[in-house]
């Protein structure tokens, strides 16, 4: 447990400095409790963070959580849009999604 909040505190760090990839590992951190408190309005806040960034994993992420509704109002559209920033960086979860929701 104590080398979890040590892990998140070190990607939290990062990620306020603007790496996309520990903005996207601090996000995955809140959405699943990882050495911090689950909290799907911050790993939201991060997924994006790194999403915004170009970072295709955060964009993949960001698209689940508003297609399952994850710590935002659920959205197929913006899912989609987040997919294809994601699938046209060559992210094979986001392409499958994609085809799941027929898009």
Same mark, same amino acid.
């Given at each position: 447990?104590?080398?979890?909040k040590k892990a998140a505190g070190i990607f939290e760090?990062? &990620? !306020?400095? $603007?790496h996309s990839d520990s903005q996207l590992w601090i996000g995955e951190c809140y =959405?699943?409790? $990882?050495?911090?408190?689950?909290?799907?309005?911050? *790993?939201v #806040? +991060?997924?994006?963070? *790194? &999403? #915004?960034? $170009? !970072?295709?994993y955060g964009q993949d992420r960001l698209g689940n =959580?508003?297609? +399952? $509704?994850?710590?935002?109002?659920?959205?197929i559209d913006i899912a989609v849009f987040w997919y294809?920033? *994601?699938a046209d960086q060559g992210h094979e979860d986001a392409i499958f999604w994609l085809k799941q929701l027929g898009k």
């Open positions: 447990m104590q080398d979890r760090q990062l &990620a !306020n400095e $603007g =959405c699943y409790g $990882g050495g911090v408190t689950e909290d799907w309005t911050k *790993s #806040e +991060w997924y994006r963070k *790194s &999403a #915004e960034q $170009g !970072n295709r =959580c508003y297609q +399952w $509704g994850w710590g935002v109002l659920k959205d294809r920033k *994601s």
